[in-house]
């Protein structure tokens, strides 16, 4: 019994510090925080919620059923990070170049309570959960950490996948807790200051996603 405890959290920590580096969620909280400019106290814990729900169902799914809908379609890890990075080169280069030079317009008393949600609504799956939140090497790991704990005893795979399960409601609580309040960190910092962080942040999401990708084109080469 003390083993197998010992075994339980053993693999809750390694879940957890496995999955912390990829889904980043103190980084990621600072490279989509432009998205959310816009939204009240409230409507970011609206969208906030949504988003952390939407990334734990993401790695629930693959970590239960991952490799079986990789083998329905017949993909490949590599060719999730090579796909995964390209969208997120993509996502960097459109930041990098739409204008940041608008002057923000004030906010009259009529606009004050406008509901800003359906402006972002069609952007919380795509792309703020996957893939800038949990993307391509989140997959990775989970699909990683699931081999691992896989057994044909069925006690102890329940035992491994619920230790997993707790890692990855662990990561879900940083992704609320940071996405929720980085707003308040840049606003203290000015808006100017803002800008060339928002404009460092959307270089960062391009060279992440060109990491993502090389490393994709890598393993392919690899692999043949």
């Given at each position: 019994?003390?083993?197998?405890?010992?075994?339980?959290?053993?693999?809750?920590?390694?879940?957890?510090?496995?999955?912390?580096?990829?889904?980043?969620?103190?980084?990621?909280?600072?490279?989509?925080?432009?998205?959310?400019?816009?939204?009240?106290?409230?409507?970011?814990?609206?969208?906030?919620?949504?988003?952390?729900?939407?990334?734990?169902?993401?790695?629930?799914?693959?970590?239960?059923?991952?490799?079986?809908?990789?083998?329905?379609?017949g993909l490949s890890v590599p060719i999730i990070q090579l796909a995964g990075g390209i969208m997120?080169?993509?996502?960097?280069?459109?930041?990098?170049?739409?204008?940041?030079?608008?002057?923000?317009?004030?906010?009259?008393?009529?606009?004050?309570?406008?509901?800003?949600?359906p402006l972002i609504q069609n952007k919380l799956f795509y792309?703020?959960?996957?893939?800038?939140?949990?993307?391509?090497?989140?997959?990775?790991?989970?699909?990683?950490?699931?081999?691992?704990?896989?057994?044909?005893?069925?006690?102890?795979?329940?035992?491994?996948?619920?230790?997993?399960?707790?890692?990855?409601?662990?990561?879900?609580?940083?992704?609320?807790?940071?996405?929720?309040?980085?707003?308040?960190?840049?606003?203290?910092?000015?808006?100017?200051?803002?800008?060339?962080?928002?404009?460092?942040?959307?270089?960062?999401?391009?060279?992440?996603?060109?990491?993502?990708?090389?490393?994709?084109?890598?393993?392919?080469?690899?692999?043949?």
């Open positions: 019994m003390s083993h197998q405890l010992n075994s339980f959290i053993h693999l809750v920590f390694l879940g957890f510090v496995a999955l912390f580096p990829v889904v980043n969620p103190i980084g990621t909280a600072f490279i989509i925080s432009p998205y959310f400019s816009e939204l009240t106290r409230k409507e970011r814990l609206t969208v906030v919620k949504k988003i952390t729900f939407y990334s734990f169902s993401i790695c629930v799914v693959t970590l239960l059923v991952g490799h079986w809908i990789l083998e329905v379609f997120i080169c993509k996502i960097g280069w459109g930041l990098l170049s739409s204008d940041n030079n608008d002057t923000p317009v004030a906010k009259s008393s009529t606009q004050i309570d406008l509901d800003h949600i792309p703020l959960t996957f893939p800038m939140t949990t993307g391509a090497g989140t997959i990775s790991v989970l699909f990683t950490l699931g081999a691992s704990s896989d057994s044909q005893n069925m006690s102890l795979y329940l035992v491994n996948v619920g230790a997993l399960l707790i890692s990855i409601i662990g990561i879900c609580i940083l992704i609320f807790i940071f996405y929720l309040n980085t707003n308040r960190l840049i606003s203290s910092i000015g808006s100017r200051n803002e800008k060339i962080i928002n404009s460092i942040m959307a270089f960062l999401i391009f060279c992440v996603g060109l990491q993502i990708a090389v490393g994709g084109i890598f393993h392919l080469i690899k692999s043949y």
